[in-house]
């Protein structure tokens, strides 16, 4: 059969071509010669093979030729955190990013192929001699036709084979060979991380332009370890990845003072026991980190939670309802304050001073008592307040009637209703659906959003506060 030579390609067609052939096990040139007869209806010698999926379908777009969407080489190294891999994979699908995994052989002792090709909706590649795809150098496609490179988890193996120059598998010979940015999230023990060699390969690393997020500090894997070690969460890489791979966001709310509160309040019974409720933050650390990107001055007053400080974010912690109020008022003027922290309604008012105990004249009596109302409180102030204040109304019944309600009594400007009932997941969970009520002249308006991530609630929310702000600056 005569050969096929095909000039003047653009550079898009040409690696669509390739990823086709590679998907369907031919050559370049068979791929063509499948195309061609195809388009003539003519029958094909090769047994025929579905070509290649070029869009996944997906609630969150319409139909989209693959390649145009910002492409990432994910690798998978071989640690405990490779678990959250899978996370960061739908982390990065979530923001338009289309991801093909790499597995290292000590990564498949956590994860599988199957779990990234299906999370991925792409084939998951491992062998660095693998026939279907190294036939015309699948190491240095993967390594090239992408936009940036993720390493997570990054391994003290990998991040020294990396800083040696190594290529004797098929993920360091993927990074030996790619002229693409490179995004390293270390993981290892704290032993590892201080290690004297693992030092030096960062610094090596570091000087050849390699970028890093984390290590984190916080709780290992191994019993009684703790220290700078953990990888960084998913949300951050992919945050990370995104700025990487798309141009810099216009910032709307520069010159803006932003306050926001998130996360529980805990009202102290005794000592050792308080009140508290199920909020984990995350939605108003979210928006804290959303208004920051959006150029805003931003002040978070949060209440006991398990998350990490967001970056370029003043962060002021507290414990009950009136150290929050406390630091609220303190942080005042400001032009727009968020108040989506679940703060307790009571407090005891006789809280002991010991922990109490158990008597045989049975449970000690508790009084309550209302704790002040932060929202109410800040938008009925005659001084100082800001122009414009958003409350969150969190409800289990009823939610765009109790919200209304919330809406005439506390004399905000907007409210953010969502429902926290335990069967939406919501309270601790990673997604939500919320409702954002506004004055339309004498009538509340209310725009229902769809299911999102809490990130993707926080960059819509304040993309709407931006809009409002210009239209009245």
Partial sequence: MASLTIRKLDDAIRDELRLRAARNGRSVEDEVRVILREAAHYPSPIP????AVLQAPS?????????SLPRVTLIIGGGIAAYKALDLIRRLKERQIHVRCVLTRAAQQFVTPLSASALSNERAYTDLFDAASEFDAGHIRLGRDCDLIVVAPATADLMAKMAQGHADDLASAILLA?????????????????????????????RDGIAMIGPNAGEMAEANEAGVGRMAEPTEIAAAAEKFL??????????????????????PIDPVRYIANRSSGKQGFAIAAAAQAAGADVILVSGPVDLDDPAGVTVKHVESARDMLAQVEASLPVDIAIFAAAVADWRVDNAGEQKLKKTSAGMPPLQLVENPDILATISKLREKRPPLVIGFAAETEHLIDNAKAKFARKGCDWIVANDVSPATGVMGGDRNTVHLLTRDGGEIAVDSWPVMSKEQVATELVARIARTVEKTS
């Fill in 246 to 267: 798309r141009p810099p966001q216009p910032r709307p709310l520069a010159g803006k003072r932003v306050l926001i509160t998130a996360g529980p309040t805990h009202e």
């Fill in 48 to 51: 025929a093979t579905p070509p």
């Fill in 59 to 67: 609630a969150d777009r319409g139909p989209r030729a693959i390649h």
């Fill in 178 to 206: 790619a002229n693409r940015p490179i995004l390293l999230a270390p993981a290892m023990n704290p032993l590892m991380w201080n290690n004297a060699a693992t030092r030096r390969n960062v610094a090596q690393l570091e």
